[in-house]
């Protein structure tokens, strides 16, 4: 739009010397000059970050209309009054990129949960799980988001939505560092169960290990 009405306005003006007495080019020029004066109105109403409690708040503050009817043109725009009101719209529309921004890397903190996996073997009778290095980081990283989402003043409405995750991410990591030293018995069985040698030459280790695996 800003380069239409960069377009129109200097076509208007090479046809201002044969052309700039006429009423027609007169109010054409008044009518350009005035979009041009509307393009941030637009683009700020045209913010794609604007979700719908954005617009119930510029309705608070201004009066209600219909964002999404066919009828919300820029003629209706204007009719409203809502090109006065261009600093609490700007600052609205301000708030909405920045509350996206911490929206967006909620989203992808969720993705990658709803992705990731543990790797679980068989093993025996039961299973057991593979490496946790790459959770385990995953979860350092994402449990550093929250607090420093945190520390936005756009954060509010996410606040119960962070907070879920630290606990999330907060049980999690307790669940799999238990997990991995629940296990630490198979690497202990690869050396008592296994190895008649190594059980001689440990006897204390080995039966300590027997009765654990006997509980």
């Known amino acids: ?19 700039g007495h006429i009423e027609v080019w007169k109010a054409l020029k008044t009518q350009v000059d005035s979009f041009k004066q509307s393009l941030p109105l637009i683009t700020y109403l045209r ?3 604007m979700r719908e409690r954005h617009w119930e708040k510029l309705k608070e503050e201004t009066q209600p209309f219909d964002q999404t009817s066919a ?5 209706k725009v204007f009719e409203i009054g809502l090109n006065e009101h261009l600093d609490l719209i700007q600052s609205i529309a301000g708030q909405a990129a920045e509350e996206a921004v911490i929206e967006k890397k909620i989203r992808e903190v969720e993705q990658t949960w709803n992705e990731m996996e543990y790797i679980v073997s068989p093993y025996k009778q039961i299973a057991s799980i593979g490496s946790t290095e790459d959770i385990e980081q995953q979860i350092d990283d994402h449990l550093m988001k ?3 989402m945190k520390g936005s003043r756009y954060v509010a409405y996410f606040v119960q939505d962070l907070n879920k995750w630290e606990k999330l991410l907060t049980a999690m990591q307790a669940t799999t560092e238990k997990q991995m030293l629940a296990q630490e018995w198979l690497y202990l069985e690869s050396i008592f169960g296994v190895s008649e040698d190594m059980r001689r030459r440990m006897a204390k280790e080995a039966r300590e290990f027997n009765n654990i695996i006997n509980e």
């Open 1 to 19: 739009m800003d380069n239409a009405a960069r377009h129109f306005t200097t076509d208007l003006l090479k046809r201002k010397t044969d052309c």
């Open 47 to 49: 913010n794609d970050d």
């Open 71 to 75: 009828e919300f043109t820029l003629e």
């Open 146 to 148: 929250p607090a420093s």
